[in-house]
């Protein structure tokens, strides 16, 4: 792991993730270039933000569930050189359907160069502690398409309210949303605001017989 990153189930205590782009289960369809673990990690900056907001969220009854953290520059170019290849059709119904993968950069949706490659942007669900169950937001991780948007109109009141919900949590704790995908935060005070890592993320996976299920939980 590269100097000033570290694994963040290693910090935050009893959290669940599930590394949506180390399996095949994203919008690309395979697990993507650079992540060969399903872990999730980040700055210490972005751990020692989260660990206040998943304090926040414990204390309003709720948990924080990750999908994407860190992500090396090779990952990027993947997605780039993905944007660009002929439709299979293989994930668009599921991510992309109104649009055409070729607009997932001019509309906002992936970026050649990303905050999660500086170690400082995490996307997240908020799940509840007494059941287990993940509450609805309106729209899928990675469903690129204006219901995504924070300030869409397409969701229920009930979603519209956990997305707030979301957003009050993560901006009381240091981070500030993007418009064009309610999962996606980004610190406020980055400890390297103009640097784009490329280290991969490899390690052992934690928790073994939860990765049947694709959910993983800290082992501490």
Partial sequence: MERDFVFLDEVLGGVRWDAKYATWDNFTGKPVDGYEVNRIAGTYALATALTKAKEHAAALGYGLLLWDGYRPQRAVDN????????????????????IERSEIISKGYVAEKSSHSRGSAIDLTLYRLDTGAIIPMGSDFDFMDKRSHHTSKDISGIEAKNRELLCSIMEYSGFEPYEYEWWHYVLRNEPYPDSYFDFPLAGTILNKSASKSNVFSASR
């Fill in 79 to 98: 997605f780039m050189n993905w944007s660009i290849q002929p439709e299979d059709g293989r994930t668009k119904e599921k991510h992309y359907p109104n």
